[in-house]
């Protein structure tokens, strides 16, 4: 199955509203030849109105990094789908590590996340992964495999269609440590036979299964390279234009 390559940028609690606009347009500019995979930044809830701007003429997608499933409503500091759409947004992470670390987010909330984004049309690029203890204990599928049941819990094949996943291993976030070729192609086939088990071969065989964890210019070509790595969620290294499309422009 030929799945287009994906690579995302997840801005975190980075730049102000200018300093986002400057480095889209930025990195727009940089990756304007590249036809061959698809570019996504997800920039901080205050800084999407003015990226969307930035980028609206470019091939760069817009994503945001969360948002509540709730329509509207007395929930001080969320920000609904609803929302996330009229900024112009195409795409939203769901689930990453440090929204269940630090944010109390559960495989229940994330469950519901995923839900409110396929209703209104964003795609969600639902994040995994196991924590350093628990992959030395052995435990590393057990934990996907939860995440993935209780994460997708409810859905259809249908419902699945536009849905992205992320490995992103917690012990390779920000730490400088990537797993490495053979560990992420491991894991990713792992998941992709999950989906078939659960949804069955055309889904298993279409989604796109991202790797995140200190993704870098020097090895995203390696990552690449594995037949179930379909694309890279980006953290760090996707902050600066130049190296971010350097990654971009892996081939
Ligand atoms: C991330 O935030 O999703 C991430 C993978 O971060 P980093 O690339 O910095 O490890």
């Keep these: 199955m030929n799945r287009r ?15 986002a606009a400057e480095t889209a347009k930025k990195l727009a500019g940089l990756v304007s030849g590249v036809t061959n995979v698809d570019v996504m930044i997800a920039p901080p809830f205050t800084a999407l109105a003015q990226v969307h701007e930035a980028i609206k003429e470019s091939s760069v997608m817009l994503g945001a990094q969360n948002l509540f499933w709730e329509k509207e409503g007395a ?6 789908p609803q929302m996330v759409v009229s900024a112009g947004c195409r795409y939203v992470i769901i689930g990453h590590s440090e929204r269940r670390q ?4 559960t495989d229940l909330s994330v469950n519901k996340k995923i839900r409110a984004a396929i209703t209104n049309n964003l795609v969600p690029v639902f994040c995994i992964g196991e924590t350093e ?9 057990n934990i996907l495999d939860k995440q993935i049941k209780m994460g997708l819990e409810g859905f259809s094949p249908d419902d699945l269609q536009p849905v992205i996943l992320a490995y992103e291993p917690v012990w390779a976030i920000g730490t400088g440590k990537t797993a490495t070729s053979g560990q992420a192609q491991e894991v990713h086939l792992f998941i992709r036979n999950l989906l078939e088990k659960l949804f069955g071969k055309k889904i ?5 299964i991202l790797y995140g964890g200190s993704v870098k210019p020097e090895n995203i070509k390696e990552l690449m390279s594995m ?6 969620l980006v953290g760090g290294a996707s ?4 190296k971010f499309a350097e990654i971009i422009k892996y081939k």
């Design 5 to 19: 390559p994906f690579i995302a940028g997840n801005w975190k609690m980075y730049k102000t509203s200018a300093e």
């Design 75 to 80: 929930f001080t500091g969320e920000i609904s």
């Design 102 to 105: 630090y944010f109390g987010e």
């Design 133 to 141: 203890k628990e992959r030395d204990a052995d435990n590393t599928f």
């Design 204 to 208: 298993a065989g279409s989604v796109r």
């Design 227 to 232: 037949p179930d790595v379909d694309g890279a």
């Design 239 to 242: 902050l600066n234009a130049d």
